[in-house]
Each structure stands twice: as structure tokens, then as C-alpha cells.
């Protein structure tokens, strides 16, 4: 059976990808996505907004795809929660490695494309919120014998340490995630 075709919002993000990462997000302008998809300029902006709206899109729906990861791990651990924080580390690390648009992102802060600084400061609440949250949700059915309070701290320490070498690896996924891993032990134990 084939899976149903993108769709135009899909195609659109996709595009805007593509010409952030090749060119910059300077070049990204709604006539150049309706060229590259083969629409109206109106029928982007129908479908997605301003160029800000454009950027809100691109991030969460990366955001989500990081999300569903890290779910995928808990859910395929269901009765090891350190090997689901290793799990989810290994692989949102794995998947940031090779995610063109995280690393547009990252070069702006390192002095490239400064107008995706945007991308990240305006999002990054809702990044570690989300992310602290889908954690949290998962824990929750695991038997972690901590004092009140000190479960949140925990999740929040270890979603930090994931996003940070996200943002700026220092090892191999899988090594970076055997240490994350480590310290979670020693906290959640």
C-alpha cells in the first residue's frame, strides 16, 4: 500500500528547509517557496502565514520529531528507565547530528545567518518545556523512589544535559548518551 503523497504544508516546510540550508534564511521568501512547490505565492501565504509563521512551523515541527523519538526509547524500555534515558539521549543526539536545519540554526549562533537567532530564542521555552514534559510523562510509569519534588529537578537536569550537547557535542551520540545515562543512574537510583 503507498503512503499518501506530502502534503502542501509538508512540501512547503520541506522546501523552506531545503533553500535555509543551501542558501540561507535571507533567500527564504514566500515567491521562491511557491516556486519551488509550484503554487501561488498566495496559496503559501493561505497555507502558511508570514515568514515568522514560517520559522514557528519549521521549528516545531523538528521539535516534534525530536519528541516522538524520545517516546519511541521510553516506549521500547518499559521496564529499564535508565536504558530509556540512554535510549532517548542516543537517539535525539543521533538525530540532531544529521539535521540540516539544527545546523543552520547552530551556525547562527556562531556568527553565521544571525537572522535564524530567532529560530532558537524564541522557541527554546517551548522546547524544554515540551521536552521536560513528554519526559515526565513517561517516568511517571516507572517506580522512581525520590522526595517530592526532586523527580521534576531530576528530569529537568537530565533534558538540560541532552539539549546541551545538542547544541554542542562533545562525543559520539552513543558515548554522550552511556554518560548521560551514568549520571541519571546515580540521581534516579
Known sequence: MASAPPS?????????????????WGRVTMARLA??????????????????????????RE????????????????????????????RVLKYAE?????HAVVSATHGADTELLPLLTTHSEYLLEGAKFVVAERVASYDVQLPEGRLEASI?????????????????????????????ERVLA
Not at 14 to 24: D, F, L, P
Not at 64 to 86: H, K, Q, W, Y
Not at 98 to 102: C, F, G, K, Q, T
Not at 156 to 177: E, G, N
Open 156 to 184: 529537568d537536569m537530565v533534558v538540560r544535559l541532552v539539549l546541551s550537547h545538542v547544541m554542542q557535542p562533545s562525543a559520539t551520540p552513543a558515548r554522550t548518551a552511556d554518560d548521560i545515562a551514568w549520571i541519571a
Open 35 to 60: 516556486d519551488d512547490v509550484g503554487v501561488s505565492r498566495q496559496t503559501v501565504y493561505n497555507e502558511i502565514g508570514t515568514k515568522n509563521d514560517l520559522a514557528e512551523a519549521m521549528v516545531m
Open 8 to 24: 502542501l504544508r509538508d512540501r512547503l516546510l520541506e522546501a523552506a528547509v531545503r533553500i535555509m540550508t543551501t542558501s540561507g
Open 98 to 102: 544529521d539535521n540540516a536545519l539544527l
Open 63 to 90: 521539535l516534534d520529531r525530536f519528541l516522538a523519538g524520545v517516546t519511541r526509547s521510553f516506549d521500547e524500555n518499559p521496564d529499564d528507565l535508565i536504558g530509556a534515558i540512554r535510549d532517548s539521549a542516543r
